[in-house]
């Protein structure tokens, strides 16, 4: 039994390694860490810094997964390093969620909500997060230009349109085929390389067959 057991209060709970490491490990120096933006979740319990000025890329995301789990036509994702961002108030009272495997355990990859009103906080990937610029106080118009979605990925699953003229991914952006309203340059370039692509794979398997026979 420690002290506060002793005193009929509460035990502190042991550092779990995870607590330890970004992104939920606290920035020791605000020297080390220049906090840019300003988040939290619905009930303002979870509190968080982002240090980088403009997300690595933002997304509208129509998938399946997306709609069910934010209740939603589709998800509004900005990706960044998990060394971007600070936790300043209950990081370590998170809860986690694995929609493959539908389990509530700490693995990567998985979904992160405040423990207290559900909030979705942000997506923890291997190397990146991937967080809800809404939780962000974007306080001017550039703020909220750095954060401007760039693209929609997934929108074959969509269930609603959004004729925005941003380039519309059928899957996985810059993996899958360019649909719906994207801007013709974009859906001729990409078919470009694609052309290329396919005629590189065309060669290589000549040149293989080539080598066979000799």
Request: with cysteine; net charge negative.
């Amino acid at each position: 039994m420690d002290a506060k057991e002793a005193r009929g209060e509460a035990p502190e709970k042991p550092v779990e390694d995870w607590q330890k490491r970004a992104p939920y490990k606290i920035h020791e120096s605000n020297e080390n860490f220049k906090a840019r933006y300003e988040a939290s979740c619905h009930c303002g319990r979870v509190k968080y810094q982002l240090s980088r000025e403009e997300p690595l890329d933002s997304k509208l995301c129509h998938c399946t997964t997306c709609q069910t789990q934010h209740a939603a036509p589709f998800q509004w994702a900005a990706i960044f390093h998990k060394d971007d961002i600070n936790f300043s108030n209950g990081h370590h009272d998170l809860e986690w969620y694995d929609p493959s495997s539908k389990s509530i355990e700490h693995k990567l990859p998985c979904k992160v909500r405040c423990s207290f009103c559900h909030s979705p906080i942000m997506d923890e990937g291997r190397n990146m997060i991937l967080l809800f610029p809404s939780l962000v106080h974007l306080k001017n118009d550039e703020d909220k230009a750095n954060f401007k979605p760039r693209c929609h990925m997934f929108y074959s699953q969509r269930v609603m349109d959004i004729p925005d003229g941003l380039p519309k991914w059928s899957g996985l952006n810059d993996s899958s085929e360019l649909i719906e309203d994207s801007p013709p340059e974009l859906v001729r370039e990409h078919e470009r390389k694609r052309e290329q692509e396919r005629k590189e794979k065309h060669e290589k398997e000549e040149k293989g067959e080539k080598d066979e026979k000799k």
